[in-house]
T-cell receptor
Framework: GEDVEQSLFLSVREGDSSVINCTYT??????LYWYKQEPGAGLQLLTY?????DMKQDQRLTVLLNKKDKHLSLRIADTQTGDSAIYFC???????????FGSGTRLQVQP | DTAVSQTPKYLVTQMGNDKSIKCEQN?????MYWYKQDSKKFLKIMFS???????INETVPNRFSPKSPDKAHLNLHINSLELGDSAVYFC??????????FGQGTRLTVV
């Protein structure tokens, strides 16, 4: 199947850490991506991880990859109100030149 | 400089009309896409073009026809618009199957 699954909603308080989870399907994916969509805007590439890595850190963002369980997570440290958005994980599929997106997780940051 | 630009940003039209959405990318990418985002924010690939050649044509009504006059442009023409076509349509581009860069979206409302 080609379902990439995410929980739909996450609410945190400003300053806390946020963890957004994703389960993907294609074990041959070379890269896995996280995109951010702010209200009324397009999707912006946030970060990505190569499949031979377990972890990637980029300032407040930490991506963890568990290939055995096909589980990807995005941790946002010190979450700010400006982080409120929908976060999509995405994977390419073998033989296809397009990304398959998860359902998106709406992150709400409360002051 | 806008990397992926699509026009119009908003489109309100009556059922039965024919409309086009235009997309241009100035990134020199060889692959362009159309995605549809429904009211629940699910993103689905519609079409993918690589070097002006159609390589993905998902199950969409044949009222939708993509046209790629050159590598930098991918337009979407929709005939006989229906209420269910109301959605946000995103154009994107990538170099081969790398990360995709998205336009700001076209919000289509069919009344």
């Amino acid at each position: 199947g080609e379902d990439v699954e995410q929980s739909l909603f996450l609410s945190v308080r400003e300053g806390d850490s946020s963890v957004i989870n994703c389960t993907y399907t294609d074990s041959s994916s070379t890269y896995l991506y996280w995109y951010k969509q702010e209200p009324g805007a397009g999707l912006q590439l946030l970060t990505y991880i190569f499949s031979n890595m377990d972890m990637k850190q980029d300032q407040r963002l930490t991506v963890l990859l568990n290939k055995k369980d096909k589980h990807l997570s995005l941790r946002i440290a010190d979450t700010q109100t400006g982080d409120s958005a929908i976060y999509f994980c995405a994977e390419p599929h073998t033989g296809r030149r397009a990304l398959t997106f998860g359902s998106g997780t709406r992150l709400q940051v409360q002051p | 400089d806008t990397a992926v630009s699509q026009t119009p940003k908003y489109l309100v039209t009556q059922m039965g009309n024919d409309k086009s959405i235009k997309c241009e990318q100035n990134l020199g990418h060889d692959t362009m896409y159309w995605y549809k985002q429904d009211s629940k924010k699910f993103l689905k690939i519609m079409f993918s073009y690589n070097n002006k050649e159609l390589i993905i044509n998902e199950t969409v009504p044949n009222r939708f026809s993509p046209k790629s006059p050159d590598k930098a442009h991918l337009n979407l023409h929709i005939n006989s618009l229906e209420l269910g076509d109301s959605a946000v349509y995103f154009c994107a581009s990538s170099q081969s199957s790398g990360e995709a860069f998205f336009g700001q979206g076209t919000r289509l409302t069919v009344v």
